[in-house]
């Protein structure tokens, strides 16, 4: 084999020496600062990335926290709102109430008044109609006129309005 051969080995050792030597300036030199350089910036930016996340993450918790805390501000004021809508309403009720309660109790004490006026009107109308039938009533059974200590009414009826009023009066009696 050729490599093997002595009289080459000095000069093998020179080749050898020399592209060890190239490759160990390239690699020295240009590849591993490039490299270096390179797994630097990566790593800055992986910090940078973390540092923005961490920042981020920090301004999301500062913004939940103020949400929740605008949330609860606007809860409280809504539950105060609706207590004093309500309460209002129930102002309002309260008062159209006692409004109709009044105008209920003054209708009916004017209903009640006018029942008894027209009552008495009726009670009065129907105590001269009372005699006259009571009287005709008699007149009829006895079948003469007498007067048993019934006050007169105030307008004698006529022998017409009496036969008719006998008439009227027999079949409220037959009945």
């Known amino acids: 084999m050729p490599q093997f051969d002595a009289t080459t080995f000095l000069s093998q050792l020179f080749w050898l020496t020399l592209c060890l030597g190239m490759v160990v300036f390239c690699f020295a030199r240009i590849f591993i600062p490039r490299f270096n350089s390179m797994v630097e910036k990566r790593f800055s930016k992986i910090q940078d990335n973390l540092d ?10 500062e913004l939940a926290e103020k949400y929740e805390h605008e949330l609860a501000t606007a809860k409280q004021k809504a539950k105060e709102h609706i207590k004093v809508t309500v309460a209002e309403f129930a102002e309002k009720k309260r008062s159209q109430l006692i409004g109709l309660d009044e105008e209920l109790s003054s209708n009916i004490k004017a209903m009640e008044k006018s029942f008894e006026r027209k009552q008495t009107l009726m009670i009065d109308s129907m105590e001269p109609l009372a005699k006259e039938l009571a009287q005709q009533i008699l007149q009829h059974v006895l079948g003469q006129p007498k007067d048993f200590g019934l006050p007169d009414s105030t307008s004698k009826p006529s022998s017409v309005s009496g036969s008719q009023s006998s008439k009227k009066a027999r079949p409220h009696a037959n009945s």
Do not use: G, N, P
């Open 52 to 61: 923005q996340a961490q920042l981020f993450d920090t301004q999301t918790r």
